[in-house]
């Protein structure tokens, strides 16, 4: 008898559905389509989830034996989520065109009179798939500017990071949540597989003003800007904690709640930086944002970047407010000079 009643006792909390639902009630004009843009990432996410949690057990786990744009081994995981994540929004008919980190060009979706853009990195943290460590899924939204009727151009998908309608991530780890924001603040849901569904788990999250978190690959380190260098040996005397998954979506994830901050300067393999502005920089960006925190690439803020390629990269400085502010200073006081880099 207790353990219907302590059964009965539990509280099921806000599915996702239902919080879209709401959300968009506070949007009187709002015509529901970005609803359901939210829900067809969700339906993919749970596809996605189901195969990264049999990886193992079928085989689908190790490399696909090509090359992404990026010069990158692509990996089988990579594949499906691109395949599954581009035919849900494509089948959710409220998306004309497509950013994502597996396909070298723009994907037409053939929805003309879908009104959305998506930018999507639809498997993040390759490098810890075959090793069941956490990875995710990126995703950044645009209202596209251009003709209802047309398919989607070069214009919708270089808009700056501030006019992102929404962004989020999906984080497959010891629990699989999704966490987004639409401009007003930042909401996650954690996934309850033998119910399909995600339920509000963590609501209104926002970030420590301040962290003892720094998450950096020290391998790069003798390539590193010296400011960079300065700040590490800062947080060294300071004893802070030294985390780094090699998932941005998981180190991102674990610093948003607890403060801290993830930083991705130059190297010499990447002069420019490694990480994505369209589907993985921007998207983060917002999300920290809306939480208290700050993104940098340590001279702006990356949402004020104008976008010119599809897979631009930039040097990316994200976490809690007064330790991005701290690494800024850094950098105006050593700015970066390229012999460095040589
Ligand atoms: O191995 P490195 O150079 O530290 O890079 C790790 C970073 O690269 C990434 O794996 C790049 O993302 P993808 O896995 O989507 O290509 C990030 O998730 C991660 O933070
Ligand atoms: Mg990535
Ligand atoms: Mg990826």
Known sequence: MNNIKENLALPVGTTLDRFIMRKQEDFPYATGELSQLLRDIALAAKIVNRAINHAGLTDIGGAYGKQNVQGEEQQKLDVVANIRFIRALRNGGEVCTIISEEEDEVIQTGNLKGKYIVAIDPLDGSSNIDVNVSIGTIFSIYRRISELGTEGTIEDC???????????????GSSTMLVYTTGNGVNGFTYETS????????PNITTPKNGSIYSVNEGGYNYFPEAIKDYIELCRVRNYAARYIGSLVADFHRNLLK?????????????????????????????????????????????EIQPSDLHQRCTFYIGSKEMVEEVESLLVARPVRNTQLV
């Not at 309608?165 to 999906?170: D, E, L, N, S």
């Not at 119910?195 to 963590?202: C, Q, T």
């Not at 921007?282 to 803020?301: C, H, M, P, T, W």
């Open 259 to 303: 403060g801290g901050i993830y930083m991705y300067p130059n190297t010499l393999k990447s002069p420019g930086g490694k990480l994505r502005l369209l589907y993985e920089c921007n998207a983060l960006s917002f999300i920290v944002e809306q939480a208290g925190g700050k993104a940098s690439d340590g001279r702006q803020r990356i949402l």
């Open 195 to 202: 119910l399909g569904e995600f339920f509000l788990s963590h």
């Open 158 to 172: 270089f808009q700056k990071g501030t006019e992102q309608v929404a962004a989020g991530y999906i984080i497959y």
